[in-house]
């Protein structure tokens, strides 16, 4: 499985972004997906996690109300809507997934994943 992460940025604290997190695959799902992040000197953070059938999505409660995570497994692609961003937001964000867990599983943990993406910037001036 091989991920690619994009849409990050530098954007003013209370505006949006989104990102785009596409995945290719040789076998077919269920794939749960999940956004993390990192900033220096920090472990990474567990965000927003998706899963396959898209039923069940699980968030930080720091980012409850804010994002928004969903997907399009036609595309094989998940998105995370970022609203009323803020400076603590700023961070590169990490898409990650894994294979084999029941069809509404939205895992949290970063063990809980096996393949990552190269992360993405984003950053929120104040």
């Known amino acids: 499985v091989q991920l690619q992460a994009s849409g990050g940025g530098l954007v003013q604290a209370g505006n949006s972004l989104r990102l785009s997190c596409t995945y290719t695959?040789?076998?077919?799902?269920?794939?749960?997906v999940g956004w993390f992040r990192q900033t220096p000197g920090k472990e990474r953070e567990f965000v927003a996690a998706?899963?396959?059938?898209?039923?069940?999505?699980n968030y930080v409660d720091s980012v409850k109300g804010r994002f928004d995570i969903s997907r399009n497994n036609a595309r094989n692609t998940v998105y995370l809507q970022m609203n009323s961003l803020k400076p603590e937001d700023t961070a590169v964000y990490f898409c990650?997934?894994?294979?084999?867990?029941?069809?509404?599983?939205?895992?949290?943990?970063?063990?809980?994943?096996?393949?990552w993406g190269q992360g993405t910037l984003v950053t929120v001036s104040s």
């Open positions: 990650a997934a894994v294979w084999g867990l029941l069809s509404t599983a939205a895992p949290a943990k970063v063990t809980d994943y096996n393949y």
């Open positions: 695959v040789r076998t077919p799902g269920p794939y749960a």
């Open positions: 998706i899963s396959w059938s898209g039923n069940t999505r």
